[in-house]
């Protein structure tokens, strides 16, 4: 079986390697647009690929239908070639969800309890899978959550950037590239929990665990190996 993955400037990713472990021929298609991408995969005759960054949303007026996960969050990182038609869905929210919960589960000060203030560093595509994942896990919760989105170009509600200040905030999820190399000052003093979807460089993540209220420090390794799971699995059913 033949799988690939589209995006732009992407030579850090390890999806390849993840399933290329596992025995299967995956290839990376990293373009200026996704045109350029689609067509290439579609010469390839891949049996399923994925899509990151920039072209989450941006793919979905390429393809015949959408899983009902997409369609909400109108973001797409797994594409399934269906007889002759191309499917979209989504498993940022539901990877990052698991991978979150399977922390907060282990950890006696959250195994009972889920952060209260939560901060999202960036605006881009993965934001609406992530931010449905977390409405559906508060929405049983019996207590008040307040949700802020940071970002350096803040669209409606959303707020700058430079306005963001880590220690009002039980939960930091920084979606951020990498390479947009900005910094945090992790002045928190109450427990928190700090979640870098990168997994390129662990900056971030070393300078959080030396807070000593920092509950954990999670990478985005984990929430990308989920991913090819379900990925994968979707592509077998």
Known sequence: MKFGLIGRNIEYSKSKEIFESQGFEYKVYDVSCVEQGIELAFADKLDGFNVTTPFKHDIIEYL??????????????????????????????????????????????????????????????????????????????????????????PKNDELKLSDFNAKEFDLIVNTIPFKSKIDINFNNEHKFIYYDLNYADDTLIKKAERNSHCSWAIDGMDMLERQAEMSFNWWNE
Request: hydrophobic share 35%; net charge negative.
């Open 64 to 153: 015949d239908g959408l899983m009902p996960e997409a369609i909400k969050s109108q973001s797409v990182n797994c594409v399934k070639v269906w007889g002759d038609n191309y499917i979209g869905d989504t498993f940022d929210g539901r990877a990052f969800g698991a991978s979150l919960d399977h922390y907060i589960s282990n950890h006696d000060d959250w195994e009972f309890d889920f952060p209260h203030n939560i901060a999202i560093l960036g605006n881009g595509g993965v934001i609406p899978s992530i931010l449905s994942n977390i409405h559906e896990t508060i929405d049983g919760v019996d207590s008040k959550h307040e949700i802020h989105i940071f970002a350096r170009n």
